[in-house]
């Protein structure tokens, strides 16, 4: 009869920990204390960021990262304009949604809609981006098989994840990260519960073409 044989996971400050199967990252930082699973954001696995829960199936190195670290700032600052995405679908249901990436000084969304938005539109969707961190929900992943990610912006009318599915054809499965009803794609990591992202401020609205073509 065979025995199983422990994973072993080494902290940055050469600790280790040993568990009996699998584990996410979110499960070693409560093994640590519960004062680190609090403001545990995401894992960097073997040198790779992953989400706090994300598994973690053999011997690895993990460091846990936090808001203090300059790879938390940017984790918070995309799940903020996942978040942004959120609001604008619950305000507006008729845009769709393009891409939301981080930039230097914070982020944005790129979004296609037939109204412009105005200045009060942006107020609005503020003050529900702070309603939906009040919600306290988790963002949920799911690791979803390409054909059936499909079929979730098919259903949402979601045309252009639609064509950034089209532009990664190598790509068997996506990552879709869930806020309540609302859902994104993403590599990720993203932050494992709204409560991290409550020092936002949107500042700006600016007009854009898709892929910078103003024939799109």
């Known amino acids: 009869m065979s025995q199983l044989v422990p994973i072993v996971i080494t902290l940055p400050n050469g600790d280790q920990k040993q568990f009996d199967q699998s584990v996410s990252v979110m499960d070693v930082a ?14 960097r696995v073997n040198g790779k960021l992953v989400d706090a829960s994300d598994l973690i199936t053999e011997n690895a ?6 808001p203090k670290d300059e790879e938390g700032l ?15 679908k619950q ?5 769709k949604m393009v891409i939301g990436p981080v930039i230097e000084e914070g982020f944005y969304y790129d979004i296609y809609s037939e109204k412009p938005f105005t200045l009060d539109d942006v107020a609005a969707i503020e003050a529900r981006m702070k309603t939906l961190i009040d919600a306290d929900y ?8 390409r054909a059936e990610a499909i079929e979730v912006f098919q259903s949402r009318k979601e045309d252009y994840k639609l064509r950034l599915i089209e532009d990664m054809p190598d790509e068997t499965a996506m ?18 519960n709204t409560r991290f992202l409550k020092a936002f401020k949107l500042t700006k609205l600016s007009g854009a073409y898709w892929r910078g073509d103003a024939k799109n």
């Not at 305000?91 to 845009?95: C, G, N, Y």
């Not at 988790?138 to 098989?145: A, G, Q, R, S, Y």
């Not at 990552?175 to 990720?188: I, N």
Request: with cysteine.
């Open 91 to 95: 305000l507006r249901p008729d845009v």
């Open 61 to 66: 190195t993990l460091q846990i990262i936090t």
């Open 175 to 192: 990552g879709l990260y869930y806020h309540q009803e609302y859902v994104d794609m993403c590599r990720g990591p993203h932050v494992p």
């Open 30 to 43: 409560q093994s640590i204390g519960a004062g680190l699973a609090k403001v545990t954001l995401a894992g």
């Open 138 to 145: 988790d963002v949920i992943k799911k690791m979803t098989p």
């Open 74 to 88: 940017e984790i918070i600052r995309h799940s903020c304009a996942h978040l942004l995405g959120h609001a604008v």
